[in-house]
């Protein structure tokens, strides 16, 4: 076998390959060849480029800045300042506008200032916002200097703003900030420019109120305007035939029943289009506008069975809370209670928790208690949430108008004394579509003439001539007799013991005050059907005892106040008490009165013991008329003539 041939020296030397400068150096066998150098060399691909830019400017950096970074914290916080100032510019258009603003501004808004310089600067800034008021009313900042300009400038120059924002004013109403300046220019515009302003607002009605921030602007364009400009709001959200021709709205018509009446609409198409109206809302929550609460009761004038109850259920709970405090809103929360179950009423108590306070003290938000506590037959849940929260406030309601009605309704429900017509009319009142006890038709059209004379009164079948509390047709979830209830919320619940007891450390000033008079008149009386007795008896005696040694304290003549027997207020309540409550009128005479009486024989006290002389005691009218007739004899004591007696009774009620 042949052996290999030597391979020639000449294929052993390394391969030399040119240097940077022509010079050659040798081939480095163990450096692996990166896959660009493959790739450039099979020629399926481009060899890679570096980038010619430094590394700050790749992966979309910015360029190092050629300023010298400072070394002191100062020193950056003003270039931080400077940068941020530099940002502004660029991305607001009228920062500059609004920064020379905002100098006038601080100026204007003080208090020392004179009213001529706060006008000039007024109208400065006005001048440096002339033709650009739609575009900065949006901001800010500048949207405050508006609104206080708006406020002190001349009369020309607000009707010159208002001019300007006219043709922007819907887009203006749903911005958050610019909503403050329409609802001020709304105050301070002209009867003119009121009516070109909702005339402006035809056909956006129910979008903006739909508009968390929009409905602000309805709200107040409602309460600002006259009884045909709400008419002109609220038709709108009735019916798509009013929405598409404006002349029908012009009508004196003012319940939902009779414009279905006047212009013969289809009572369906109506319903349906105030749920898309009003469902949107009630999802939203929108519901602190009156506006709103007088749509929801004229709904349930004309709505359905299925759709009334719809309605009722949304509303049971927390939402409610937030309707009551307006005359409809109080009067839907009423119907709630009325006609909803057993369930969705504890919702809406429990929705009360933690808030009793505020609705007791409200006009109208004290009246859906009053329903409650005459309606709902859960006891135990009314102790426990309404009760309690009544119990630790007792001494701030009794003197507070609003706040005894609820006392009040307990004592005596449903008393005309302390509930006004309109009051009676509210717990009356009942949805047409959920009283099975008449037909529709019948609710509709048998109105009463004094409903009718009321402006913008709503409906809603009502019976009169019965109490609410006692003998309502249309309560018939409540099976729970009236004076069971009421001794349970008073007696069971110990209201009735810590009443007594707030009456007895309070009694001189309940006894003065022109509201707290009442409250203890009924506590003293024991309430109507003899509510607190015979568990309080022994409660009311010491009660009695408070009131008579407070009476038996001595005339004095440098008192400020008067004695109670001759102030206006308590001398009534105490006249009133001896001719109802004859255990009363026996422990103030055997304590105060008894051979007295010629101290007493001259001014509002005369009143006070001349009736003894009608008392029901028939001892106790013979000793008082033992001791009276002589002072009547000698003319030093009158006794009243009947038209004043009766006077008198009227002025305590």
């Not at 008419?231 to 003012?254: A, C, H, I």
């Amino acid at each position: 076998m042949a052996a290999k041939p030597l391979k020639s020296n000449d294929s052993k030397k390394r391969k030399r390959i040119a240097g940077p400068k022509g010079e050659e150096r040798k081939a480095n066998p163990k450096r692996l060849k990166s896959p660009s150098t493959n790739n450039s060399q099979s020629g399926s691909k481009k060899p890679f480029k570096a980038s010619k830019q430094p590394p700050s400017r790749q992966y979309g950096a910015k360029p190092p800045t050629q300023k010298h970074v400072p070394d002191t914290k100062k020193q950056r916080r003003l270039l931080a300042k400077e940068l941020a100032e530099a940002r502004k510019k660029k991305r607001k258009k009228h920062y500059t506008l609004e920064q020379e603003l905002s100098i006038l501004w601080e100026k204007m808004r003080r208090r020392d200032i004179a009213k001529e310089d706060r006008s000039k600067l007024a109208s400065e800034a006005l001048g440096k916002m002339k033709g650009k008021i739609p575009e900065i009313a949006s901001s800010h900042v500048s949207s405050r200097v508006l609104q206080t300009c708006v406020k002190y400038c001349s009369q020309e120059e607000k009707s010159a703003v208002f001019m300007e924002l006219q043709p922007h004013f819907i887009s203006l109403a749903t911005n958050t900030y610019a909503v403050h300046l329409v609802t001020k220019m709304l105050d301070n515009a002209s009867k003119d420019q009121l009516s070109e302003f909702i005339s402006s607002l035809y056909g956006h009605v129910a979008p903006l109120l739909r508009h968390m921030v929009g409905s602000l602007v309805i709200e107040h364009a409602y309460d600002v305007g006259n009884a045909s400009q709400k008419q002109t709001l609220l038709m709108e959200l009735y019916s798509p035939e009013l929405q598409l021709f404006k002349d029908l709205v012009s009508m004196k018509e003012t319940r939902l029943v009779d414009v279905i009446s006047k212009l013969q609409l289809q009572r369906s198409s109506v319903v349906r289009h105030m749920s898309s109206v009003l469902q949107p809302i009630l999802e939203k929550g929108i519901l602190d506008h009156s506006i709103i609460h007088r749509t929801l009761m004229e709904y349930l004038t004309v709505a359905d069975q299925s759709s009334a109850a719809d309605v009722i259920q949304q509303l049971s709970g927390p939402l409610l809370v937030r309707m009551i405090h307006t005359r409809d809103g109080s009067r839907v929360g009423i119907l709630c209670i009325k006609h909803g179950s057993a369930k969705e009423r504890k919702k809406i108590i429990k929705g009360m928790k933690g808030q009793c306070d505020k609705i007791a003290r409200d006009r109208f938000g004290s009246m859906v208690l009053v329903s409650i506590l005459s309606t709902v037959d859960d006891t135990k849940l009314l102790s426990k949430i309404i009760v309690r929260e009544l119990e630790g406030i007792l001494k701030e309601l009794v003197l507070d108008q609003n706040g005894r009605r609820s006392l009040l309704q307990l004592l005596h429900p449903n008393c005309s004394r302390y509930l006004s017509p309109d009051d009676l009319m509210s717990l009356s009142l009942s949805i047409p579509s959920l009283n099975t006890k008449q037909k529709e038709s019948s609710e509709v059209n048998e109105a009463s003439d004094e409903e009718k004379r009321d402006n913008g009164e709503i409906l809603v079948e009502a019976n009169t001539g019965k109490s609410a509390g006692k003998n309502s047709d249309v309560n018939e979830v409540a099976k729970k007799d009236p004076l069971t209830r009421r001794r349970e919320l008073l007696i069971n619940s110990g209201l009735a013991e810590k009443l007594i007891d707030v009456c007895s450390e309070m009694a001189e000033n309940l006894l003065r005050s022109k509201f707290g008079k009442e409250v203890i008149y009924e506590v003293v009386t024991g309430g109507a059907d003899g509510v607190l007795h015979p568990a309080m008896d022994e409660k009311l005696e010491k009660l009695y005892e408070v009131i008579a040694t407070l009476v038996a304290e001595p005339k004095s003549e440098g008192a400020e106040d008067d004695h109670l027997l001759e102030d206006f207020h308590s001398s009534r309540t105490i006249r009133k008490l001896i001719l109802d409550c004859p255990i009363f009128a026996s422990k103030l005479w055997e304590k105060a009165l008894k051979g007295k009486c010629a101290i007493w024989a001259q001014g509002h006290s005369c009143k006070v013991i001349t009736a003894y002389l009608e008392a029901s005691d028939l001892a106790l009218r013979e000793a008082a008329k033992k001791e009276l007739q002589p002072l009547i004899d000698s003319g030093v004591l009158t006794l009243p003539a009947v038209n004043e007696s009766a006077k008198a009774d009227q002025d305590f009620h």
